[in-house]
């Protein structure tokens, strides 16, 4: 069975940072395209950013320069690296695996950026 886990959510200060991972189980992480999504309360689900299968990564406008999305085939783990955090970064944040036709969702992990 294929399933994506995250961790590493949690309550932070503005301007800190966090490091969120993804675990990708049954599958082989390298062969797919993996992506980082948030909700925030109230609002509609958002892409943060992708990587692909080749290495290259996107990234949303509101995210570019403050987070990292990065890939160890070797622990079959994506990770979002999230610095100089904001309180409207507060948002529950999923990970995706693109696969054929459909798109495979975790369970998400909450971020709360709050003094």
């Known amino acids: 069975q294929v399933q994506l886990v995250e961790s590493g959510g949690g309550l932070v200060q503005p301007g800190g940072s966090l490091r969120l991972s993804c675990v990708l189980s049954g599958s082989i992480i390298s062969m797919y395209a993996m992506g980082w999504y948030r909700q925030a309360p109230g609002k509609q689900r958002e892409l943060v950013g992708t990587?692909?299968?080749?290495?290259?990564?996107n990234y949303a406008d509101f995210v570019k320069g403050r987070f990292t999305i990065s890939r160890d085939n070797a622990k079959n783990t994506v990770y979002l690296q999230m610095n100089s955090l904001k309180p409207e970064d507060t948002a529950v944040y999923y990970c995706t695996q693109d696969y054929g036709l459909g798109r495979r969702w975790g369970q998400g992990t909450q971020v709360t950026v709050s003094s």
């Open positions: 990587i692909r299968t080749g290495g290259s990564i």
